[in-house]
Nanobody
Framework: QVQLVESGGGSVQAGGSLRLSCAAFGYTYPNKWMGWFRQAPGKEREGVAGFYTGGGSIKYADSVKGRFTISQDNAKNTVYLQMNSLKPEDTAMYYC???????????????????WGQGTQVTVSS
């Protein structure tokens, strides 16, 4: 059974930082596509960052470029999202997603991922 478990959310003031973690369990193959998504109340889910754990380029949403960094610890089967210079508009539920196969260029397309975590809330106050 594939499972993704997020942690690390919380409340911070604007300009602060948080690091989200996504631990993956039950995967048959070591490499996969991983992404971070977020959804604010009344808004559609949007892709934040995505990459292939076996190597290759990382894709970021324009709204987070230069502020967010996605990384991985293979030994722990965990993916991280380091979020710096947080803004009130970053407030959302953040989700980790994964899949073994992805259409080229679809790292930030939530429709392409079949496995999702339960989400962790990030709240940024001004």
């Amino acid at each position: 059974q594939v499972q993704l478990v997020e942690s690390g959310g919380g409340s911070v003031q604007a300009g602060g930082s948080l690091r989200l973690s996504c631990a993956a369990f039950g995967y048959t193959y070591p490499n996969k596509w991983m992404g971070w998504f977020r959804q604010a109340p009344g808004k559609e889910r949007e892709g934040v960052a995505g990459f292939y754990t076996g190597g290759g380029s990382i894709k970021y949403a324009d709204s987070v470029k230069g502020r967010f960094t996605i990384s991985q610890d293979n030994a722990k089967n965990t993916v991280y999202l380091q979020m710096n210079s947080l803004k009130p508009e970053d407030t959302a539920m953040y989700y980790c997603a994964a899949d073994y196969r992805l259409r080229a260029g679809a790292e930030l397309d939530s429709q392409q991922y079949n496995y999702w975590g339960q989400g962790t809330q990030v709240t940024v106050s001004s």
